[in-house]
């Protein structure tokens, strides 16, 4: 049930595509006190999908640093998976990174770039298979993002997500 779910947050912000699976940390790139909320993407995202799941996202703001997501991932035998977890955005070079962390699994950071253009969001996760080592540190993965996030291979494939309101 984890694999699904993971699964799942990783197609919006965070579906990843096949060739990889996304990058965990315990510690996230930021302390969530310097993060704002984006208004862009306050709301409920699909992610349309081949097998006609079409599981979706309503991400809510959560204070005034914080979004709240809450995830529903259709199964194959119809129920529904509601995986909950809270994020901040940091942003390096310009580019808006969410840092994930699921309710209840605390150490566990996920991050995802995402673009918002008109009811589209592109997600980014970045490759495993670019990033092998843990951080000790948050300055430490910080510091290794900056260096690295314009490098080809940085981030997997981006997935799309559609706004439903």
């Known amino acids: 049930m984890q694999t699904k779910i993971s699964i799942a947050i990783t197609g919006m912000i965070m579906i990843i595509t096949m060739t990889g699976c996304p990058y965990e940390s315990p510690v996230p790139l930021s302390n969530s ?6 208004p862009a993407l306050i709301g409920t995202w699909i992610f349309p999908s081949t ?4 599981d979706t996202v309503e991400i809510m703001r959560f204070n005034e640093h914080e979004y709240y997501l809450e995830f529903h991932e259709k199964r194959k035998n119809g129920n529904i998976a509601i995986s909950r977890g ?4 940091t942003m390096i070079k310009n580019q808006k990174i969410i840092n994930y962390c699921e309710l209840g ?3 566990k950071f996920m991050f995802f770039k995402y673009e918002i253009q008109d009811n589209l969001m592109k997600t980014f996760s970045p490759s495993d298979n670019f990033i092998k080592e843990p ?4 300055g ?5 993002f900056t260096r690295n996030i314009d490098r080809q291979g940085f981030y997997e494939p981006p997935d799309t997500s559609i706004r439903l309101r």
């Open 51 to 54: 097998a006609g799941n079409n």
């Open 86 to 89: 809270r994020g901040f955005v």
């Open 135 to 138: 951080f000790k540190s948050g």
């Open 140 to 144: 430490e993965l910080f510091d290794f």
């Open 33 to 38: 006190c310097n993060s704002l909320v984006d």
């Open 105 to 107: 699994n605390p150490g």
